[in-house]
């Protein structure tokens, strides 16, 4: 699978993913998918973000919210038993985080806000099991490297490609599909970064060329692209 098309999708609920992951089980070229976080959850993380600088009780109560629905959705989807340990254990880190010193960084903004996306690439890796394609999701920070601007990271484009040269070994020892979290990387020092809002796409563009993939396909939920907000032009 030299040529391996990577894609991103806005999975906003269990069944957006089951809707995204029969496109993907549609055709045995796609190989790699990039998900964002589930709708609404980036929003949810900058809130408990903003909330545990002051008050990290309330903070880990929300926190509950989001282990509640994950573990909704995981239900929905049919997760079993492994699945939901591992979004127990992903919560566990968020709450150690939350509690942590540091609070006002960026950097640990950044650590905060790429729960969303770990969460969502374990539930697509069950919706895609479910659909037909087998799949283990797979830790963007190890093959996306930025450099240290954290909130809104740059790519290091030479050492990603370089990376990208394990991605594509991993894809020709296995059949499996690989699920990466998109909006995520990492600095050359190891630590969490993210690209910005909307930077799953941009993830799954970057994937795309440092693995000299034959296209990159970019699925949401809306009919088309929109030549202006059209919130701002009615005509658009």
């Not at 806005?10 to 549609?26: F, P, Q, T």
């Not at 010193?101 to 919706?127: H, K, P, Q």
Request: contains cysteine; negative net charge.
């Amino acid at each position: 699978a030299a040529a391996s098309p990577a894609m991103a999708q806005d999975s906003g609920s269990s069944e957006a993913m089951r809707k995204s992951a029969a496109i993907v089980a549609g055709s045995p070229d796609r190989r790699i998918v990039v998900v964002s976080a589930t709708s609404g959850t980036t929003n949810r993380l900058l809130e408990i973000h903003a909330a545990s600088i002051k008050d990290a009780a309330a903070a880990i109560r929300a926190v509950d919210e989001v282990k509640a629905r994950h573990l909704s959705q995981a239900e929905s989807l049919g997760c079993g038993p492994e699945t939901m340990a591992a979004i127990e254990e992903i919560i566990r880190e968020l709450v150690t985080e939350i509690v942590g010193s540091d609070r006002s960084t960026g950097e640990r903004l950044d650590r905060i806000l790429a729960f969303g996306e770990r969460l969502s690439a374990l539930l697509f890796v069950r919706a895609l099991a479910s659909a037909g394609r087998p799949a283990v999701a797979l830790d963007s920070r190890k093959f996306l490297r930025t450099d240290s601007y954290f909130g809104k990271a740059e790519p290091d484009l030479p050492e990603t490609r370089r990376l990208g040269a394990k991605l594509l070994a991993r894809l020709n020892e296995s059949a499996e599909m690989i699920v990466l979290e998109g909006f995520v990387g990492s600095d050359g020092a190891g630590r969490t970064t993210t690209l910005g809002r909307g930077g799953s796409d941009y993830s799954a563009a970057l994937f795309g060329e440092a693995l000299s993939a034959t296209a990159v396909e970019i699925w949401t939920d809306v009919a088309g692209i929109l030549t202006m907000d059209p919130r701002v032009v009615p005509s658009a």
